[in-house]
C-alpha cells in the first residue's frame, strides 16, 4: 500500500464529494437522490393497478388528484404504461369527475413509515377531459412478435393543489390486452 495523498484542486475535491454524495454505502449511483430522500422521509408514494381484458378499441382511465385542502405539493416521478399490446396513451390535465370511479390507496414505499399520501387516485370513473397534455403509444407486436410493450409516459410534473390529471389508454391492437398503469411521486 502506497501514501494517498488527498486532491488539492478544489475541482477535484468537489467532485470526489459530489460523487460520495450520490452513491449508496456499496458503491452503486443513487439515480434519484431526492425521491429517494423522500422515501426515506416517508413521503415517497407509489400506485398501480391492472386492467385485464381491454377490448379492441376501448380505453381505460386512472384519475390522479392533488385535493385543493392538501396542504402539500405533489412531485411526480414517473408514469409508466405497460401492456401486452400496442396502445395510445393521452394525458389530460383539469379534468372534472363526472361520476366517481374505484378508489386505489396510494402505497407509502418506506414500509416503516405510517404517513399517507394526500393525493386521490381512482380508475373505472366517468370524466369529462380537460387539456390534453401529452399523447404517446405503448409499442405492442403482432403474431408471432406480440409481445407487448412499456412506455414511460415523459417528464417530471409538479402538481400543486387542486389539480389534476387523467392517464387515458386506449387498446389500439385488434385483440382484447392486458394494461397496467403505475405512478411514482412524493410530497411535501
Known amino acids: 500500500m502506497g501514501l494517498v495523498i488527498p486532491p488539492t484542486d478544489p475541482r477535484q475535491i468537489e467532485r470526489a464529494l459530489d460523487d460520495s454524495l450520490l452513491r449508496f454505502v456499496d458503491n452503486t449511483i443513487i439515480v434519484n437522490p431526492r425521491f429517494f430522500k423522500k422515501i426515506y422521509e416517508g413521503y415517497g408514494f407509489a400506485t398501480s393497478h391492472r386492467?385485464?381484458?381491454?377490448a379492441s378499441g376501448s380505453s381505460i382511465d386512472m384519475y390522479?388528484?392533488?385535493?385543493?385542502?392538501?396542504?402539500r405539493t405533489v412531485y411526480i416521478v414517473a408514469i409508466e404504461v405497460t401492456a401486452l399490446a400496442q396502445c395510445h396513451i393521452d394525458v389530460y390535465r383539469n379534468n372534472t369527475i363526472s361520476?366517481?370511479?374505484t378508489p386505489i390507496t396510494p402505497l407509502n414505499l418506506n414500509l416503516g413509515s405510517s404517513n399517507t399520501s394526500v393525493a386521490h387516485v381512482e380508475y373505472g370513473g366517468s370524466y369529462s377531459y380537460g387539456t390534453l397534455a401529452k399523447d404517446t403509444l405503448c409499442p405492442g407486436g403482432?403474431?408471432?412478435?406480440?409481445v407487448g410493450g412499456h412506455a414511460e409516459i415523459?417528464?417530471?410534473a409538479v402538481i400543486p393543489?387542486?389539480?389534476?390529471f387523467i392517464v387515458h389508454v386506449t387498446n389500439a391492437s385488434a385483440a382484447d390486452t392486458?394494461?397496467?398503469?403505475e405512478i411514482l411521486w412524493w410530497e411535501e
Do not use: C, L, M, R
Not at 161 to 164: F, Q, V, W
Not at 178 to 181: L, P
Open 64 to 71: 390522479f388528484e392533488n385535493p385543493s385542502d392538501s396542504g
Open 154 to 156: 415523459g417528464e417530471s
Open 51 to 54: 386492467f385485464t381484458g381491454v
Open 99 to 101: 361520476s366517481p370511479g
Open 161 to 164: 393543489p387542486d389539480h389534476n
Open 178 to 181: 392486458d394494461i397496467a398503469v
Open 142 to 146: 403482432s403474431k408471432k412478435e406480440a
